[in-house]
């Protein structure tokens, strides 16, 4: 083989040896957890069902909100947390009315994560698993997903899941309002 083509190939066949090496570990890393729950990629198309509760759109939004009992709203969109604290790195809105238990739909929470967010469900229905729950945070978000998978898992019966959330409701020309996390632990 010429001095030039063995320069030429060297090169190419490196990088195609490291793009094969990282296809394969981005093929193996896990979207889900053992237990169900998306561990990655939070910001991607989510799916048109979750088991335990009802999709909602807008429309049936504004029709359970007009009911009675009215539903709880709640909104798990992530905030940074450093050192004990909530870290405001951007304003964060959500409907009105809405409790704000940030973090609370990661895939993994720790124990205290996981007792911040059944503390918070406690006190918000009076310990009444037949209270309405809705869960949502963005479109295209899996944090809402694993919110009512998890409410679920502890019980709750009238789960609904606004799936487009936040940015359906902007959408709309609805009302939002400035929002803060409820406080943790």
């Given at each position: 083989?010429?001095?030039?083509?063995?320069?030429?190939?060297?090169?190419?066949?490196?990088?195609?040896?490291?793009?094969?090496?990282?296809?394969?570990?981005?093929?193996?890393?896990?979207?889900?957890?053992?237990?169900?729950?998306?561990?990655?990629?939070?910001?991607?198309?989510?799916?048109?069902?979750?088991?335990?509760?009802?999709?909602?759109?807008?429309?049936?939004?504004?029709?359970?909100?007009?009911?009675?009992?009215?539903?709880?709203?709640?909104?798990?969109?992530?905030?940074?947390?450093?050192?004990?604290?909530?870290?405001?790195?951007?304003?964060?809105?959500?409907?009105?009315?809405?409790?704000?238990?940030?973090?609370?739909?990661?895939?993994?929470?720790?124990?205290?994560?996981?007792?911040?967010?059944?503390?918070?469900?406690?006190?918000?229905?009076?310990?009444?698993?037949?209270?309405?729950?809705?869960?949502?945070?963005?479109?295209?978000?899996?944090?809402?997903?694993?919110?009512?998978?998890?409410?679920?898992a502890m019980g709750y019966k009238s789960l609904y899941w606004y799936r487009d959330g936040l940015d359906a409701w902007q959408a709309a020309n609805l009302?939002?309002?400035?929002?803060?996390?409820e406080p943790f632990p």
């Amino acid at each position: 083989m010429s001095r030039a083509r063995h320069r030429l190939l060297c090169p190419s066949l490196a990088a195609l040896s490291l793009s094969l090496v990282l296809g394969v570990t981005h093929a193996e890393t896990a979207l889900f957890s053992a237990d169900g729950y998306r561990i990655g990629l939070y910001r991607s198309p989510t799916p048109h069902q979750v088991e335990g509760a009802a999709i909602i759109d807008t429309a049936a939004l504004q029709t359970l909100l007009a009911r009675t009992p009215r539903p709880v709203l709640i909104d798990v969109y992530r905030r940074q947390w450093l050192e004990g604290r909530f870290i405001e790195d951007q304003p964060h809105e959500n409907l009105l009315g809405s409790h704000w238990l940030a973090n609370t739909g990661d895939g993994d929470l720790t124990p205290a994560w996981h007792a911040y967010f059944a503390r918070n469900l406690n006190t918000l229905t009076a310990g009444d698993r037949a209270q309405p729950l809705v869960f949502y945070c963005r479109a295209d978000c899996w944090l809402s997903w694993n919110a009512v998978k998890r409410a679920a898992a502890m019980g709750y019966k009238s789960l609904y899941w606004y799936r487009d959330g936040l940015d359906a409701w902007q959408a709309a020309n609805l009302p939002v309002t400035p929002a803060q996390p409820e406080p943790f632990p």
